[in-house]
């Protein structure tokens, strides 16, 4: 396959091209109305995803959460507000993400409505996943004589958005990771 075939084909291609292949001054959107309709809802569901982790970064770092959520005799601040850290952050990486993804298949005529339950859910995966690493690290799972996680905020926050940003290769890799750990299955068995 030619270099310009894969480009013909990949929405990240050319991504400082800021024509989309466009002529000047052609400024009308390509796509029908309807399909405009589920942008705009796409678009403002992510800006909103984006505010939420903000702001719940922000809420937990002034300890608002901790404090209207929770009794400190019951569960240990510190702890919360770790792990809180690690969500918010993943929201964000995964949300971040998303709007990434979501301006360039519009831009280059690549949106459609099959990869519509993958964009409103991928964000919410990031959670998960930035959680599931977060618990890794506090285990000392995660981690070697070369690279050190600490357990503050700004390591939470910044370890918590990469893996939501890169939740899919992420989830790749614990799957690489337990075929090592527990073996393949075999779904066929012998009689």
Known sequence: MSNNSHEAHDPNA???EPTDGRQQYEWQSKYPKDAMQIIRFESIYLFILLLMSLLGILLTW???LENFLFNPEIL???IFRIYSYYC???LLGGTTFSIKYM???VARGYWHL???IWRLLSPFMSISISFAVGTLISASYIGSDTIKFSHSAASAIGIGFLVGYFADQAIGKMYEIAMVLFGPTSLHHKK
């Open 103 to 105: 301006y360039r298949v």
């Open 88 to 90: 918010f952050a993943g």
């Open 14 to 16: 050319s991504t400082a």
């Open 76 to 78: 240990d601040p510190k």
């Open 114 to 116: 099959d990869r519509q």
């Open 62 to 64: 002034n300890r608002y």
